[in-house]
C-alpha cells in the first residue's frame, strides 16, 4: 500500500494481537461492549498505522487462503437499533463514488498481498450492500477475481435488505457466484418494527427469500433480535415461529444493545420501552426453545442451524470458529477488510480502516 496521502487510506488504526477477556456475571447491568464485535472499538489506535499494515500484508504466507470481508455503509433509511457506521442515501452517485474509493483500496492492498494470493471466501456486509447497483456489484466482483485466486469452491456471502432487494440484483449475485445470502429480518411484529424505524412485512421477507432460491442461493441465514423496544416474549416465540416457516439455514438471534455513546440513532428510541435484564433473558430463552423445538440447533451464544448446515458439521467434527462476523465453518487465520470501518486479521494483530467515507451525516436524506 502506497501513502495514504493522495490515495484512498482508511486503514489509520490497528491492533496488536491480544487474548481475550471473559466478562462477569457480576457486569450484567453494566454498558459493556457489543460482544459480536471483537476486538471492541475502545481497544483500536493510530499507534500502528498504514506502513505497518503493508508489512503484514507482505508478509502473508502463500500456502494459505484468506477471507475477504468488503464493507459497504450505505442504507436507504436508518435503523434506529443500528450499531455499525452507515450513511443513508436515496441517490446512487455517493454509492457510485465509494465504489471508486472502493475499487483502488482493492488494487493498492493486491499490490503489497503476495501474488495470486487465494480466497477461500467474501462476505458483503454494511449498511445494505444490495442496494448498489447490481452492474457495478458484477464489476466489483470481477476485479476481485482479477487481483485474487479464488478457490473453487470459495463461500461468497451478502447481505440482503428485503425492502430494497431486486430481481436484477437478485441475477447480479447469481451470475456472479454468490451461494450465501443473509436476510436481515430482526422482528416481524408490526409494533417493534415501527419503533425501530425497520418496517417491513412478512410478505416482502417471503418474496426476497424466493428471489434468492430462484436464482441458486439456496443457503440462507436470517438476523434476528431480542430485547428491542416494546419486545415481549410472545412476539419473540411469533417472529421465531414466521422465521422457520420459510426455513432459513441459519439464524443468528442477538441481543440489541443500547449504547448512546456509540451511536446518536439510538437516541431516538425509547428507553422506556425496553425490557429490563430478566425480560431479555425471558426473549433469549423463548427463542431458543423455539427453534429448537424446529429442528435447529444451538452453536455457541446466539447462533441456530439445522443439522446438515456447514456450521453444524463443523461444531460435530472440531472445526467451528469464531472469526470478526460471528461463528464461521472457516479456520483460515488472515481476514482482509475492505471499506470504511473494515476490521481485518493478520498474525501480527487487528487493524481496522477509519469510518469516515466522505459522505453526509447518517442523519441527511439525500
Known amino acids: 500500500m502506497k501513502s495514504g496521502h493522495d490515495k484512498p487510506d482508511w486503514r489509520r488504526k490497528s491492533l496488536r494481537a491480544s487474548s481475550s477477556t471473559f466478562i ?7 454498558h459493556l461492549p457489543w460482544y459480536t464485535i471483537y476486538p471492541t472499538i475502545q481497544e483500536f489506535s493510530s499507534a500502528i498505522g498504514a506502513h505497518t499494515y503493508e508489512e503484514w500484508l507482505r508478509s502473508l504466507p502463500t500456502d494459505d487462503a484468506v477471507s475477504l470481508y468488503l464493507h459497504i455503509p450505505f442504507c436507504r433509511s436508518m435503523c434506529w437499533y443500528c450499531g455499525f457506521p452507515t450513511s443513508i442515501t436515496r441517490l446512487d452517485n455517493l454509492i457510485i463514488h465509494y465504489l471508486a474509493m472502493l475499487r483502488e483500496e482493492i488494487r493498492l492492498v493486491a499490490e503489497q498481498a503476495p501474488k495470486a494470493l487465494g480466497v477461500s471466501d467474501v462476505h458483503f456486509g454494511g ?3 444490495t442496494i448498489m447497483p447490481p452492474a457495478d456489484f458484477l464489476s466489483l466482483m470481477e476485479l476481485l477475481r482479477g487481483h485474487f485466486a479464488f478457490e473453487k469452491a470459495a463461500n461468497i456471502a451478502i447481505e440482503v435488505d428485503p425492502r430494497t432487494f431486486t430481481t436484477d440484483m437478485a441475477e447480479a449475485l447469481e451470475k456472479a457466484g454468490v ?12 409494533i417493534v418494527q415501527k419503533a425501530i424505524n425497520r418496517v417491513q412485512s412478512e410478505a416482502q421477507v417471503m ?11 439456496g443457503r ?3 438476523d434476528l433480535m431480542f430485547g428491542l423496544p416494546y419486545q415481549t416474549v410472545q412476539s419473540c416465540r411469533q417472529s421465531a415461529k414466521l422465521a ?3 426455513r432459513p439455514d441459519r439464524l443468528a438471534v442477538f441481543g440489541y444493545s443500547h449504547d448512546l455513546s456509540y451511536r446518536k440513532n439510538q437516541l431516538l428510541i425509547d428507553r422506556a420501552a425496553l425490557p429490563d435484564i430478566a425480560g431479555r433473558a425471558e426473549q433469549a430463552s423463548v427463542m431458543a426453545e423455539t427453534l429448537a423445538a424446529a429442528g435447529y440447533l444451538q452453536i455457541g451464544l446466539d447462533h441456530f442451524a439445522l443439522p446438515d448446515d456447514e456450521l453444524a458439521l463443523a461444531e460435530r467434527t472440531g472445526r467451528l470458529r469464531r472469526n470478526l462476523l460471528g461463528y464461521s465453518a472457516e479456520t483460515r487465520p488472515t481476514v482482509i477488510g475492505f471499506g470504511a470501518s473494515a476490521i481485518g486479521r ?8 477509519v469510518c469516515g467515507v466522505h459522505a453526509p451525516s447518517i442523519f441527511q436524506l439525500q
Do not use: W
Not at 24 to 30: G, I, N
Not at 179 to 190: E, I, K, L, T
Not at 346 to 353: F, K, P, S, T
Open 244 to 246: 422457520i416457516e420459510m
Open 179 to 190: 451461494n450465501r445470502a443473509s436476510v436481515g429480518v430482526q422482528s416481524f411484529d408490526p
Open 127 to 129: 449498511g445494505s450492500p
Open 207 to 217: 418474496t426476497a427469500v424466493q428471489n434468492l432460491r430462484l436464482h441458486g442461493i
Open 346 to 353: 493478520c498474525g501480527e494483530g487487528y487493524v481496522q480502516n
Open 24 to 30: 462477569s456475571k457480576k457486569h450484567s447491568e453494566a
Open 220 to 222: 440462507i441465514n436470517f
